[in-house]
């Protein structure tokens, strides 16, 4: 305790401050550094560039529909709206807080995604001739899957953090997870179609780090406005059935054609859920989805998809019972939408899952081909076999762990300091803070005594 105590006392900030870094100010230099960091890195791939009629000819390629666009749009169709949508709307539950979980939301998305295809774009399609950036219809969908992991931790620090603090959340969020991804997936050879790891995982402990850096012992100040109301709570039900609905599409999006992107979606789309209290509906019922990530392609059979959305759901609804409220108390982690029970301990599941069921991997089940293809056991790593595979799966959880808790820890410091101008603590989870709000619409009428509805009415 003295340890965590000291440690944040080093990065205390003073108490007072008259610089405050604007929002329009931020926004307008960064679109600024965007244009000229597109108009010199970003062009189109040859599947997407005017050029494409001479490819098709030259790759003897039949037709236009084998184009890639044809394969991946709708995935990134689904993936798109549940990044807009699905994860804005399930935010929506505080009761004065709907105008800046959706609008936030969109902010950190469109943010990231410019900076998401740059980052990517230099650990993963640079163009060695020319040094450009080649954009096509699959790093749409991966730089969806980058901004996915600030929205993860977006979660953790919902209604507590200024929209500057989280434009600075979020570029430091995607750098980290450029690099983190390029080592899981290039370096250590990891297979994460669905991103337990990369995204669920990194995301979660990225968030609840900063969160834990920015621990604020007088937040029961906001505590009247930290929780839901009826109609709120409908409005988060939305995000959870956009979803519920496209997370086939999320798990399967970037898989190789064929049968590994067909049993992505089925292993997905086969998941269990728990019924309790409508937090639990909202957000435990997806937590199968986060497991199944890293092992989606794989040959989990069925049944396995079954016990594993049965298994995240209870131990997702038991997190948010007991889990949540312990790790307020004694580690000083508050956890506003609960990311811990949805993405974070699902995201490890995930990937100690995916670890297992690439080790247990064998011919027999997989086939020769099957095999090379599922794992990519192609090139420099033609002579990997199932069992060193399932120990690159393992390590690939650790370095998203240490990323996630090591850059939030970090980046928590620096969103410390005063020029962001964070909230006051009796003024969180309130959206009059940032927003001008229409006026409350006229009060309801009270119920007359003889109402034949009344629940308690005289008899």
Not at 204 to 229: C, E, F, H, T
Not at 264 to 289: E, F, K, P, R, W
Not at 298 to 320: A, E, R, V
Request: aromatic letters at 14%.
């Amino acid at each position: 305790m003295g340890c965590r105590q000291s440690f944040r006392q080093c990065c205390d900030r003073p108490k007072n401050t008259n610089v405050r870094i604007s929002l329009p100010a931020v926004c307008f230099v960064w679109q600024i550094v965007m244009i000229i960091l597109f108009g010199i890195f970003i062009r189109y791939d040859q599947e997407s560039d005017a050029h494409w009629a001479e490819y098709r000819t030259f790759q003897n390629i039949s037709s236009d529909i084998e184009n890639d666009f044809y394969f991946r749009y709708p995935s990134f169709q689904d993936v798109h709206v549940m990044i807009f949508v699905g994860f804005g709307f399930l935010m929506t539950f505080l009761k004065r807080y709907s105008f800046s979980a959706v609008g936030f939301n969109f902010l950190i998305a469109a943010f990231g995604l410019q900076w998401a295809l740059l980052m990517q774009g230099w650990f993963q399609s640079l163009d060695p001739m020319d040094g450009k950036i080649k954009i096509s219809m699959e790093s749409l969908i991966n730089a969806d899957f980058c901004v996915a992991s600030c929205l993860i931790a977006y979660g953790a620090v919902l209604g507590k953090l200024s929209p500057v603090q989280l434009m600075v959340m979020t570029l430091f969020g995607i750098t980290l997870y450029a690099v983190d991804e390029f080592i899981i997936l290039n370096l250590i050879h990891a297979r994460d179609a669905g991103g337990s790891m990369v995204i669920h995982t990194f995301g979660a402990y990225y968030g609840l780090s900063i969160s834990w850096m920015l621990y604020r012992p007088n937040l029961d100040q906001s505590k009247r406005l930290n929780g839901s109301v009826y109609h709120s709570d409908v409005f988060a039900m939305i995000g959870t059935l956009f979803l519920w609905m496209f997370w086939p599409s999320f798990n399967s999006a970037i898989t190789d054609h064929g049968d590994g992107q067909h049993r992505a979606a089925i292993n997905t789309y086969l998941l269990d859920m728990v019924i309790g209290h409508m937090v639990h509906i909202q957000n435990s019922t997806l937590a199968g989805g986060v497991a199944v990530g890293t092992a989606a392609e794989f040959m989990l059979m069925p049944y396995g998809s079954l016990i594993i959305g049965f298994c995240c759901g209870i131990i997702s609804t038991l997190g948010y019972i007991y889990i949540t409220p312990f790790m307020e108390k004694y580690l000083k982690i508050q956890d506003t939408c609960g990311i811990h029970n949805l993405h974070a301990m699902p995201g490890v599941i995930g990937g100690i899952v995916g670890a297992v069921t690439a080790a247990a991997a064998s011919e027999g089940v997989y086939g020769k081909a099957g095999l090379i293809n599922t794992f990519d056991f192609t090139g420099k790593w033609k002579d990997m076999v199932p069992s060193r595979q399932g120990g690159h799966q393992a390590a690939g959880l650790c370095v998203a762990l240490c990323f996630g808790v090591g850059g939030g820890i970090i980046v928590g410091c620096i969103l410390r300091m005063p020029i962001w101008g964070d909230a006051p603590d009796d003024n969180c989870f309130d959206d009059e803070l940032y927003w001008e709000l229409p006026e409350d619409e006229e009060s309801i009428p009270p119920i007359l005594e003889d109402n034949n509805h009344m629940r308690n009415r005289d008899v």
